[in-house]
Structure formats: C-alpha cells, structure tokens
C-alpha cells in the first residue's frame, strides 16, 4: 500500500469523534486505507448484497451483531442504519467507534447532516499527491513558504500528468489506457445513474469531454450547454454531479474586494489530469506540451 498523508489525520480524529466518514472519488483508496489504519476493526461491505439486505430490511439487527470497532464500507448503500448509529454512539461515548466510508458524497452527506451533525467527523480522500508517489513527507501547507516547500521530484511531467494519479494505476501497474475506460464506464453505469435522472447518457459522456476542454477555463455553463445541446439548467444540474462524485471541482476567484469573489464565475478543474487526458483523447504524453 502506498502511504497516505491523510491516515495521521483519520488516527488523530479517532481520538476525537465517535464516527469517521472518509470519502472521496471511486477508486481513491478509501477501503484500502480504513482498513490499514484500523485493523482491529470489523470490516462490513455493504456492496456485498447479503449485507446491504440485511441492512436495509433489519438495520437494528444488523447492527446487533457488530461487536467492537467497526468499519462499514459504501455506507450511504443502506441509509437506515444511520439513526440507529446515532443512538449506539450515544449511548456508548467512545471514540473511534464507527468508520463509514462512500464514494457518493451528496447521498452520504445529506444523511450525515440529519442525523450524525456534532458526532461524525469527515476526511475526504483524493488520488495521489505527487508526494505519496514518491513516498516523500508531504508539507504542512501553513505559510506560503511551506506550501511551495516539497522536494524535487524524478518523475517525468508530462508521462506523470497522462498516467494521473489514481492508486490502483500505479500500485497495480496498469496502463492508464487501459484503466481510464473501464473506470468512466463505471462511473457513467453506477453513480450517476445513482444520483440523477439522466435520460441521454451519450449526451452526458459528451458534456464529461467538453468539460475536460474546458480545465483552467472560467465556467461558463450557457457556452457548455449550448456545445452540448442541452439546456442551461440541465448543464448546472450535471455540473453538480460531477463536483458530487469527486470528478471536478470550481477554483472560487481570487479578489481584493470581497464583493467579487462571490460575483466572478469559478474556474473548472478536474482532481485527475490522467481522466482528463483520457476524456480529451490524448494517447501519447509527449502530446501534451503543445495541446
């Protein structure tokens, strides 16, 4: 397993809190890394569906059965148990007694804000930092002179920048060209399907690469829809799905009035360059200078 900078923090907040919520992007290394960092834990996959049935049709029984700490892997899968969460930890008070994790964030989100709000703390688990692939001791980012303070890196820029950073490319040495497909044909059949309606699936393949055209670019949602040939509410409305899922995130603007900040449209990026590489078509780093 390749170290993350994010475990100090999950063991210091399970000192902390009586639930964990880790989540972040499909295939970011969430189970892998709740389970290192706790391996006294019992570990339940509500993916598996023995498990989520159980949960979902009995939550107070299944929870009956965990003796001790407990991991429980896709949590937002069976959002019953969540209240029944909330009596067991206050009813016990120890700390560090649940770990839930979730690639969905708007769904585990909105059942943590309802029941587990003050109880629950919540880490979110991006793909690699060039730090963690080089196995280097990742900054403190409290001062300028901090966050510009890494080390120098021996990777290649470009080859680095089309490979990305998913774990599982580079822990399992696949080739991203290979990986890349297979995850957004995933991510297209499983969460969106899961979080919106969305009735033309080409037309939402088509928005993900105008969008990846788009990294470093202020947002302009009326020039994407209209690329796109859908709808201004519509491209809002998938936009949200995509910060959801951990695919994109809006940089907010930067001004010395406040006034602006809050005005200005954000710019768009993507937490992978290698998912935006794919989505672009590029099959060949040294491509990349000049794109």
């Not at 969540?82 to 969905?104: E, K, M, N, P």
């Amino acid at each position: 397993m390749i170290r993350r900078t994010l475990q100090q923090y999950l063991l210091r907040d399970a000192r902390l809190y009586p639930v964990l919520t880790l989540t972040g992007p499909r295939q970011s290394g969430k189970t892998t890394l709740a389970r290192a960092t706790f391996p006294q834990h019992s570990y339940y996959s509500l993916e598996d569906p023995d498990q989520r049935i159980f949960a979902l049709e009995d939550p107070r029984g299944f929870l009956d059965q965990l003796d001790g700490p407990t991991i429980l892997d896709e949590a937002q899968r069976a959002p019953e148990l969540f209240s029944y969460i909330q009596s067991i930890v206050d009813a016990d008070g120890s700390t560090g007694r649940f770990v839930l994790t979730g690639s969905q964030n708007f769904l585990l989100m909105d059942r943590i804000v309802q029941t587990l709000a003050g109880r629950c703390a919540v880490l979110h688990l991006l793909p690699l930092s060039r730090a963690e692939l080089e196995g280097q001791v990742q900054p403190v980012p409290e001062t300028p002179a901090t966050l510009f303070a890494g080390h120098k890196t021996h990777r290649q820029l470009w080859q680095t920048l089309y490979t990305g950073f998913y774990p599982r490319i580079h822990d399992q040495r696949i080739p991203p060209a290979i990986w890349l497909p297979d995850y957004v044909q995933t991510y297209l059949e499983r969460d969106v399907r899961s979080l919106v309606n969305i009735g033309n699936m080409d037309a939402f393949e088509r928005f993900l690469a105008l969008c990846a055209g788009r990294v470093g670019q202020v947002l302009n949602c009326a020039a994407l829809a209209n690329d796109c040939g859908i709808a201004v509410d519509t491209a809002q409305r998938w936009i949200s799905v995509l910060k959801t899922s951990f695919v994109v995130f809006l940089l907010p603007p930067h001004h010395r009035n406040f006034n602006k900040r809050l005005i200005k449209s954000p710019k768009l990026y993507f937490y992978d360059t290698g998912l935006a590489c794919y989505l672009l078509g590029i099959k060949d780093p040294e491509v990349l200078p000049t794109h």
